[in-house]
């Protein structure tokens, strides 16, 4: 069953076309990743799907609501968690927290309930919860940011980059929240510029350019239709044919070919592989059983940005 | 959606709306304390005039008269004249300095040097030969008395126009009144067989001027002046705050957020209705308190009409603030053009100055202002003490522009939501 249904949308902006006769679905419990260059249409699509924006042609459905013919169904059903902090900086968590409830028809006992509840997910201590938003770190804004959207309980979760311009630490916090939310059967949308959020997360992804869906598969799937493979490349201090006949002969080593070194003045050894990780400890021990030195080792796999770059011709990066 | 439902998001709204406001210093300052900043000022430098108090009126007086007066009057003058005029502006509560000569303006101690340096507001010179020309001891070279005419000098400070002029008025009232019983004294001890055709003669055309009975309590001019800082109210806290209110969301992005739950258009602009609303009573409230604790402001309180005349002349302000708000680029860019509407138009409501000292084209637009009609209402019924009949025009007036700047302003708002 699916949550959200995107069928043969469209977006004009006079002569603009953000969205080019789009479908797509996402099925309940499913992390649903969307990637793509700033203008690719990303932003319109979610603000489509959320009522911001009117489709020009095309239905969009969230759960079993036609968002043009239900729009206050659907956005019972949605939890919208904007890229930037949207909280009223002069209130503290509590008094934020207790607003939206309150947009979302909550109150009396229950609001009191969930607002507790999701402070202990924002892990905030007490007397943090009684400072103003103003007075939080990046982690902690982000937390409440997060947890105003979750009030009301919804099925279908937009999250817009959640863990942009957050630290490592912070950020991987987040990745561990909105798994738990999988965990829980939501259904989740997620823009993101980070590839490796994308592939940790994500059951699924959509890359976009130019107001279409270019490509839609599992990270891994999305990998293995490029046609680019995984290289271990080694720098030793000499070659031979024979050191090239014992690499090839490693298990996983699909080909192995050297290439010159103009500045060093040395070969190259390029060892192809589908399993670059496994069998790289196998290929620097047998290039040093045979007296030859290993001057250096580089491991390149192929991600889902290459997958983007390859694609769309630029990095997600640079946007 | 359940009526209950809305009405929870409508108090979310407001609430969070006004808290943006008392607890934000500088949206404090100009929607609360700016007004009341004014009124302070105003107040302590206006607010006592029309008062009988001329204690505020400093005159210098060289009294050069030395004369006893023994001859024509009764024991009971046991003074000179001149004396008595010093003694009459000190109980009329003028501030008197007696000084020993006019002098000029460098020499420190006399009457010029005071004046000179702003100390005193007016020199008043009572001649030597004061009291013996008004007792007709004056003979000259004959052996009987000489009618012969007193003239008294005042001198008034030319740096300062405005203060000369009340200083002038207040001097002459207070020297045309000794003058009248000094005749009376005269007429009746010198002349009684002539008494009639005398005070005729010296008096052939007599005119009083009195305060009607518009009010039963003597009015200073802060009585005027508060009700009419309910104009400023509007324009600061109504006009100012509901022009900051969606522009700062939507530069936030607040107001993005509250669109994408499921809350109507309706709702949201009620809330900031009522959240205005609240600011503009909460203004009120204290710049009436404020008039009447420092300044005594003498008022009359028709409670209702007072809060129906506020919520018509708030529904014209916040339509105004509505469409500056909807069309702004950001908080700033509305606040700015907030500022550049308000601070003129303060001016022509006629709540410091009267429209009536402005050029026509001056009046007429201040007349046109709803502020204007919220400020003459307000003075009719909270002054004047008059009743409602007698401001229903002006409140029809205020419900007219009311409607039509607030639905204008409404659509503004829903022009500027399809922006977002």
């Known amino acids: 069953m699916n949550d959200i249904e995107v069928d043969s949308v469209t977006k004009r902006f006079e002569d603009i076309v953000a969205v080019d006769n789009l479908s797509m679905s996402v099925e309940k419990g499913e992390l649903f990743g969307l990637l793509g260059p700033n203008g690719a249409g990303k932003s319109t699509l979610t603000k489509m799907i959320s009522g911001r924006l009117h489709p020009t042609s095309g239905t969009i459905k969230v759960g079993k609501y036609s968002i043009q013919d239900d729009p206050m169904k659907v956005k019972e059903l949605l939890g919208v968690v904007p890229q930037d902090i949207v909280l009223y900086d002069y209130l503290n968590a509590k008094e934020n927290l207790s607003f939206y409830g309150r947009l979302y028809g909550l109150s009396g006992k229950k609001l009191k309930d969930r607002i507790n509840e999701l402070l202990q997910f924002t892990q905030l201590d007490e007397k943090a919860v009684k400072r103003h938003v103003s007075t939080y770190s990046g982690g902690m804004k982000r937390r409440v940011n997060i947890a105003a959207a979750l009030l009301h309980e919804p099925q279908v979760l937009l999250l817009d980059e959640p863990t942009a311009g957050l630290d490592p630490q912070n950020k991987h916090a987040l990745w561990e929240i909105i798994q738990s939310l999988k965990k829980q059967r939501k259904t989740i949308v997620l823009t993101t510029h980070m590839m490796d959020e994308a592939e940790e997360l994500c059951d699924r992804v959509a890359i976009m350019d130019h107001g279409k869906i270019i490509a839609l598969g599992s990270p891994s799937q999305l990998v293995k239709k490029v046609k680019m493979e995984n290289t271990i490349t080694v720098v030793p201090d000499k070659t031979s044919p024979t050191l090239i006949e014992q690499v090839k002969g490693i298990a996983g080593v699909k080909n192995v070919y050297t290439a010159p070194d103009e500045n060093e003045k040395r070969e190259t050894m390029k060892v192809i592989t589908d399993c670059p990780d496994d069998i790289l400890p196998d290929v620097v021990s047998t290039i040093v059983n045979t007296g030859t030195k290993v001057l250096s080792v580089q491991l390149s796999r192929v991600t889902l940005e290459d997958v983007f770059i390859m694609l769309t011709g630029r990095s997600l990066r640079e946007e | ?420």
Do not use: C
């Open chain 2, 1 to 420: 959606m359940s009526l209950k439902r809305s009405l929870n998001q409508i108090a979310a709204i407001a609430k969070t709306d006004f808290l943006g406001i008392v607890r934000n210093k500088t949206a404090i300052f100009f929607t609360l304390l700016f007004p009341l900043f004014f009124i302070i000022i105003i107040g302590f430098t206006f607010g006592q005039s029309g008062t009988e108090d001329m204690s505020r009126i400093s005159i210098g007086v060289v009294n050069l008269d030395g004369e006893l007066v023994a001859v024509n009057v009764t024991d009971s003058f046991n003074s000179t004249i001149g004396d008595m005029l010093v003694q009459g502006l000190e109980n009329v509560n003028f501030t008197v300095t007696e000084y020993g000569e006019y002098g000029d303006r460098d020499t420190n101690g006399t009457a010029a040097y005071a004046i000179s340096r702003g100390d005193i507001d007016a020199i008043l010179i009572i001649p030597a030969n004061f009291t013996e020309t008004l007792t007709f001891q004056y003979t000259g070279n004959l052996d009987i008395p000489v009618a012969t005419k007193s003239h008294l000098e005042l001198y008034v400070d030319p740096t300062d126009t405005t203060g000369a002029l009340i200083t002038q008025q207040s001097a002459l009232g207070f020297i045309s009144g000794f003058i009248k019983e000094y005749q009376n004294i005269a007429i009746e001890q010198v002349m009684p067989d002539m008494k009639s055709y005398i005070e005729v003669l010296a008096d052939p055309i007599t005119i009083s001027v009195s305060e009607a009975e518009v009010t039963e309590a003597k009015l200073q001019w802060i009585d005027y002046m508060v009700p009419g800082t309910l104009g400023l109210v509007l324009i600061w806290s109504g006009l100012n705050h509901a022009s900051r209110t969606i522009a700062t969301e939507r530069t936030k992005g607040t107001f993005q957020r509250m669109i994408i739950a499921p809350v109507s258009p309706t709702v949201v602009l009620l809330g900031k209705l009522i959240s205005a609303l609240a600011i503009v009573y909460m203004s009120a409230f204290i710049m009436l308190l404020s008039g009447v604790l420092l300044f005594q402001a003498n008022l009359y309180w028709d409670i209702p009409v007072m809060i129906l005349a506020i919520f018509l002349g708030a529904l014209s302000a916040i339509g105004i603030g509505l469409i500056i708000s909807s069309f702004a680029k950001n908080e700033e860019a509305a606040d700015s053009i907030s500022v550049i509407i308000s601070v003129p138009l303060q001016f022509f409501i006629g709540a410091f100055f009267p429209l009536s000292i402005m050029p026509p084209a001056a009046q007429a637009f201040g007349n046109a202002l709803p502020f204007t009609k919220l400020v003459n209402a307000m003075q009719d019924v909270m002054t004047r003490n008059l009743p409602f009949d007698a401001v229903i025009p002006e409140m029809l007036y205020l419900a007219a522009s009311g409607l039509i700047l607030f639905t204008l302003g409404t659509i503004a708002y829903r022009i500027a939501l399809k922006r977002l």
